[in-house]
């Protein structure tokens, strides 16, 4: 019997714990339903068309969810809609904040878990992240449930069968962990930074725990590096470079930029005061006083925000990045002890975090925000189904006037994978990927493997002046090219952005020659 099991029990605030993040779940869902899904969303449900050990640019994690939320709302149509795209991932966010509040209650007991239950269902990173379907989704529900097994590990006696079960569970969740996003090599890597530098937790290493809950991550995950390894690793390059890429441009100016906008995105995803309170409760955690869970859990926290916080000195880091080091933060900063100040500090903090998450869920289902519509992050999930309507339109004309099959698609893996979720006939659609990055289309059957002579190709690009570079690359290689339709983008009154059509007809054979690894 643990610590934990003889602390006395309010089961009334452990209910109410259950009830806040439960009913935090109801609210999500419900917006889930009502906001637009954003490129980035329709790209990973094209993924779910196509479920595969491997993607890319992530391990298959998100496409599972979003598999699964398509599954369950099928028999209501619903499988493409903003709400079963979403499904899965909104889901995915109760276990996350359920695992967290668990993982604060063994720790400090039911206040505690009331506590945390509070923290995550107000701050923007959760009430806002945790609807859209991204790979953070799975990333964070793992994470939270493999370091409450781990916590758990830890309070059983070392070498006991206790401690080897929940030692497995960890490798368990650590494979899931892995097969939804690559950052999660620091939870790993940060148990074991933990373990070594504590005096009093290196008994460990002299267990089978910790090395069963490897192989047992290995084998969850093996999947994924049999898919890499059977795609020259390209997932996995992808993402060094991507985290790890060479500065931009002036590198003292570049860096204080990118790590000013990155602590500006902590704190709008935290609120300032959450976020100071979270860095001094991991810091103070760090300290010998210290017990060794709370240990454990800030050296995750921190080698997980440590490292975004050097990757950002190189190039931009996207704010969402660290979220995992969020998990172990929330429950320390929940299961710490204040002073009166410090609980006032606490209490403003939740009250700022809830309206920033109000402001951002009004402003997902109406404009509030003196904002330019361009400018507006929300906005960029609108207008897709206008530029959707207008390229069926000349599609089924040209497909009438030269016969053979009209195709979809875009420069961009956003273009194509809009066109494909925002099409009622879900057509499979390209990217030509000629001037943007090379992405999981590049993988699939691209548009010489499918069409046949004569088809003809409708895409979206951006305006330009002139002939876009993409068609001057394209036209050689079909029988005319003509400018169509210029598209706006807009989120009621306001222009997000435009799209111009292009009708490319008769395709002749032949494409540019443009592999992935000469891009």
């Known amino acids: 019997m643990t610590a934990a099991d003889l602390r006395p029990h309010d089961d009334r605030r452990w209910r109410l714990a259950l009830v806040v993040v439960t009913a935090a779940v109801v609210v999500r869902l419900l917006f889930a339903a009502l906001i637009e899904l954003f490129p980035d969303e329709a790209y990973y449900w094209d993924w779910s068309r196509h479920l595969a050990a491997g993607y890319f640019d992530h391990p298959p994690g998100i496409a599972i969810l979003v598999r699964l939320g398509g599954l369950l709302t099928a028999p209501f149509g619903q499988s493409a809609s903003?709400?079963?795209?979403?499904?899965?991932?909104?889901?995915?966010?109760?276990?996350?904040?359920?695992?967290?509040?668990?993982?604060?209650?063994?720790l400090s007991g039911d206040g505690a878990a009331l506590r945390a239950a509070v923290l995550i269902t107000v701050m923007p990173l959760a009430a806002a992240g945790l609807i859209l379907a991204t790979p953070d989704a799975p990333l964070l529900a793992a994470t939270a449930a493999g370091l409450y097994c781990v916590v758990r590990a830890l309070e059983s006696p070392v070498g006991s069968a206790i401690s080897l079960r929940w030692w497995s569970l960890t490798g368990v969740a650590l494979g899931v962990a892995f097969a939804s996003k690559y950052t999660s090599i620091f939870l790993p890597v940060g148990v074991v930074l933990a373990i070594v530098l504590r005096p009093e937790l290196r008994a460990r290493l002299r267990e089978p725990g910790p090395y069963v809950a490897c192989v047992v991550a290995t084998v969850v995950f093996s999947p994924v590096l049999v898919w890499n390894a059977h795609h020259g690793w390209i997932s996995f390059v992808y993402q060094v470079r991507h985290g790890l890429g060479a500065p931009q441009g002036s590198a003292l100016l570049a860096a204080w930029k990118h790590e000013g906008d990155f602590f500006g995105g902590q704190a709008g995803l935290a609120s300032p005061i959450l976020f100071v309170m979270m860095v001094v409760a991991v810091v103070r955690s760090l300290g010998r006083r210290a017990s060794a869970a709370h240990f454990v859990l800030a050296m995750v926290a921190a080698l997980s925000f440590g490292f975004f916080v050097y990757s950002a000195v190189r190039q931009r880091?996207?704010?969402?990045?660290?979220?995992?080091?969020?998990?172990?933060?929330?429950?320390?900063?929940?299961?710490?002890?204040?002073?009166?100040?410090?609980?006032?500090?606490?209490?403003?903090?939740?009250?700022?975090?809830?309206?920033?998450?109000?402001?951002?869920?009004?402003?997902?289902?109406?404009?509030?925000?003196?904002?330019?519509?361009?400018?507006?992050?929300?906005?960029?999930?609108?207008?897709?189904?206008?530029?959707?309507?207008?390229?069926?339109?000349?599609?089924?004309?040209?497909?009438?006037?030269?016969?053979?099959?009209?195709?979809?698609?875009?420069?961009?893996?956003?273009?194509?994978?809009?066109?494909?979720?925002?099409?009622?006939?879900?057509?499979?659609?390209?990217?030509?990927?000629?001037?943007?990055?090379?992405?999981?289309?590049?993988?699939?059957?691209?548009?010489?493997?499918?069409?046949?002579?004569?088809?003809n190709l409708v895409?979206?690009?951006?305006?330009?002046?002139?002939?876009?570079?993409?068609?001057?690359?394209?036209?050689?290689?079909?029988?005319?090219?003509?400018?169509?339709?210029?598209?706006?983008?807009?989120?009621?009154?306001?222009?997000?952005?435009?799209?111009?059509?292009?009708?490319?007809?008769?395709?002749?054979?032949?494409?540019?020659?443009?592999?992935?690894?000469?891009?």
């Open 82 to 106: 903003p709400l079963g795209v979403r499904l899965g991932a909104v889901l995915a966010g109760w276990i996350a904040a359920t695992a967290t509040v668990a993982t604060a209650r063994r």
């Open 317 to 455: 880091v996207e704010p969402n990045w660290p979220a995992p080091a969020y998990i172990p933060a929330i429950v320390l900063l929940a299961t710490m002890s204040w002073s009166k100040r410090g609980e006032k500090w606490l209490g403003a903090g939740i009250a700022l975090a809830a309206l920033l998450s109000v402001v951002i869920y009004v402003q997902g289902v109406t404009p509030i925000l003196p904002l330019a519509p361009a400018k507006d992050p929300i906005a960029r999930a609108y207008g897709w189904h206008d530029v959707t309507v207008r390229a069926d339109s000349v599609a089924h004309a040209a497909t009438a006037d030269n016969n053979g099959t009209t195709w979809l698609g875009g420069d961009r893996y956003q273009e194509a994978a809009e066109l494909a979720i925002q099409d009622p006939a879900h057509p499979t659609t390209f990217a030509m990927n000629l001037s943007g990055r090379p992405n999981q289309y590049d993988l699939w059957p691209r548009f010489p493997d499918r069409a046949k002579a004569g088809d």
């Open 459 to 519: 895409l979206v690009l951006d305006e330009s002046d002139g002939p876009h570079d993409v068609v001057t690359l394209l036209a050689p290689y079909f029988q005319s090219v003509r400018l169509d339709h210029l598209v706006s983008l807009r989120r009621g009154e306001g222009e997000v952005g435009q799209r111009r059509l292009w009708l490319l007809s008769g395709w002749r054979g032949g494409w540019p020659s443009t592999p992935v690894s000469a891009r």
